[in-house]
């Protein structure tokens, strides 16, 4: 029995065949394929696996029950209160300082700049040297005019976590600084001389022309600066290693002492204990920024 197709029939049977990616689309996933899997293996692979050893409640049960934790939250505090708000302010001050245009200011913003470029193993570790007790350079010159011994100046907790905080607002001082000069070089310099012509003060200038100016830089670098502090390891560690009796401990480093007690879970569980401190900054931050 012979079949006949009417003409929408035949139409429909001659169409071609819809083509799900097109040559050009099929090398762009090839292309991206290896970005994709190492972001899979160094990004999503090692937190994923850390949230999973963090998911036993039990683990922050024993964190909230260990004193050392209780006071690495309250260090971690004041460290980003003190250590963040009176860093922004020295790097405004001194991006007004190193804006000026003279030789001498030029060769010491290089001096400057030294202690944020040179890597931070060497630098903390010779300033925990020169605040050794006996054979320190601090307590040398100490004994030498005065005659007396020096402090044992990381043995107090409250002066160690004192010292991290001043390494690192000194370690991370110049980088705020450039980028908070920036920030002041884009102001119009008309602005200013005419504010000079009608008479107005060094503070009525900055408070009417370069704070409104740079204010959302400032604000911006110091959301940046706290996410940055949270994840602080070496000021805190190099230098007085969290001690003593593990009192100067900050949440970025009390994950090294649990894992030195072979406590893998409990490190775990520290770390995921600050996401709810980065969390907010990063959205404000990017809040901010989509602006």
Known sequence: MAITLSASDSALAEAPRPVLLTPSQVWGI???APYLLVFLAFVVYP????LWLARDPASYVALYNDPIFARAAVNTLIFLLVGINLKM??????????????????????IFILPWAVPSIPTILSVRFMLNPEWGVI??????????????????????????????????????????????LAISHDLFEAAEVDGATWWQKFRFITW????????????????????????????????PAD?????????????????????????????PL??????????????
């Open 139 to 184: 307590n040398q010159l100490i004994f030498k005019f005065t005659g007396e011994d020096g402090p044992n100046w990381l043995n107090n907790p409250t002066v160690a976590l004192s010292m991290a905080i001043g390494m690192h607002i000194w370690k991370s001082l110049p980088f705020w600084t450039l980028i908070l000069m920036t920030g002041r």
């Open 212 to 243: 409104p100016s740079m204010q959302t830089l400032y604000i911006t670098c110091t959301l940046l600066s706290m996410i940055w502090t949270l994840g602080d390891f070496n000021s805190v560690y190099l230098l007085t290693g969290g001690g």
């Open 47 to 50: 937190v994923g696996y850390g």
């Open 30 to 32: 090839v292309m991206l």
């Open 278 to 291: 980065v969390l907010p900054l990063v959205y404000f931050m990017m809040k901010r920024l989509s602006r």
């Open 247 to 275: 009192l100067t401990h900050v949440l970025s480093t009390l994950g090294i002492r649990y894992l030195r007690l072979d406590q893998l879970s409990l490190a775990m569980a520290s770390i995921v204990c600050a996401m």
């Open 89 to 110: 302010l020295i790097a405004l001050f001194l991006s007004g300082f190193f804006i000026q245009q003279r030789g001498w200011i030029k060769w010491l913003s290089v």
